[in-house]
């Protein structure tokens, strides 16, 4: 899939946005869209990447499963940490695994033909060191046999215009001792590291990669491009600076990337002054250099498309969103249509 030139001034070079804010998602503007017949609607697909949160606003199983019963055949998804439900007793460091028992607590009545929740992934402070021990243990007790790994999200940034990630303090978190200390405490344990940074940090995943090569990491939602506040000027350079560390870290065989999650950060599309939701060609045309990218870097086998849904229906709809995954994979062949969209969310997750 190599990186097609037409594509490439139009997205790259785009109108600049602001982001960093999580809207609620407007059904009445998303009903502007034009109604599309789902493509391939016999593909399996594992959602590799979606929340279900009390806040900013209600989004549970039952409205995450009315947004899956959009006519794609989605067969499993993992559950990702977003800082809801936390206990409010006990230890402190013990407080995230509240969300792990709330996300297997929503799921463990369910008898639908989508396994939501087939894999959960749970935050634990990695600056905890080696005294992460108990708090996984508690995670994988609460999480039903479903608990597969840790979300440590450490995007930073100096400038005051970007949004820095809840739990992103400073600079350089996962190269710090302790954080690679607890690395080594999550692999022992077969678990695995979901990074979600901004691009110009993509240099720490490489260093934390190589210094525990047993861990299995996922670089979330494209490894964290940035288009708004200083990235929304000199878009071309800092795409290249994004790709270079795109291909630094795809040099390690035991990291991954999850396709998708461009909406939020800004990076291509500005659907916050857009007047209407884009369509499935308009966003497999505008985030087909960013997603060309990733499968060029890591190949398929490492690859696995997600919804980032509640956050990126801010800007499209779950039909619409895999529909654009599919006419941009719509050149590949069946075994790297398979690994995309399923084989490799199983993979990596260890879903059966």
């Keep these: 899939m190599a990186l097609d030139a037409r594509f490439y001034k139009d997205a790259v070079d785009g109108r600049p946005s602001e982001f960093g804010t999580i809207f609620e998602p407007s059904e009445h503007w998303l009903s502007r869209l034009p109604t599309e017949d789902v493509i391939d ?29 959009s006519g794609h055949r989605v067969d499993a998804t993992v559950a990702v940490e977003c800082h809801v439900a936390y206990r409010r007793t006990g230890p402190e460091a013990l407080y995230p695994v509240g969300e792990t028992e709330f996300l297997a607590e929503s799921v463990a009545d369910q008898h639908g033909l989508t396994k939501v929740a087939a894999g959960i992934v749970g935050y634990a402070d990695l600056s905890l060191g080696a005294e992460i021990e108990p708090v996984l243990a508690g995670h994988i007790e609460a999480g039903r046999g479903r608990f597969r790994g840790v979300r440590f999200s450490t995007g930073w940034d100096s400038s005051p215009d ?24 999550l692999a022992r344990n077969g678990l695995t590291l979901d990074a979600w940074l901004f691009h110009p940090q993509l240099a720490d995943v490489a260093v934390l990669a190589d210094a525990v090569p047993e861990l299995n990491i996922v670089v979330d939602h494209c490894g964290g491009p940035l288009g708004y506040g200083p ?5 071309s350079s800092h795409f290249e600076r994004w790709r270079a560390g795109i291909d630094l870290v795809a040099r390690r065989p035991n990291v991954w990337c999850k396709v998708g999650g461009l909406l939020a950060r800004g990076a291509a599309i500005d659907y916050v002054r857009a007047p209407a939701p884009p369509t499935s060609d308009d966003l497999a045309r505008t985030w ?3 997603l060309d990218a990733c499968v060029e870097a890591f190949g398929p086998d490492r690859c696995m498309f997600e919804s980032n849904f509640p956050v990126d229906k801010m800007g499209t709809t779950y039909r619409v969103l895999w529909n654009a995954y599919k006419k941009f994979a719509s050149a590949a062949s069946a075994y790297e249509r398979a690994r995309l969209f399923s084989g490799s969310a199983r993979a990596f997750y260890r879903l059966g």
């Design 41 to 69: 609607p016999d593909l399996p697909i594992v959602d590799a990447h979606h929340h279900l949160w009390i806040e900013p606003y209600a989004y549970d199983r039952a409205a995450f499963e009315a947004d899956v019963d």
């Design 162 to 185: 970007v949004a820095n990630t809840q739990t992103g303090e400073r600079p350089g978190m996962l190269r710090e001792s302790r954080t690679i200390e607890a690395a080594r405490v």
């Design 231 to 235: 990235y929304a000027r000199h878009r």
């Design 288 to 290: 087909f250099p960013w």
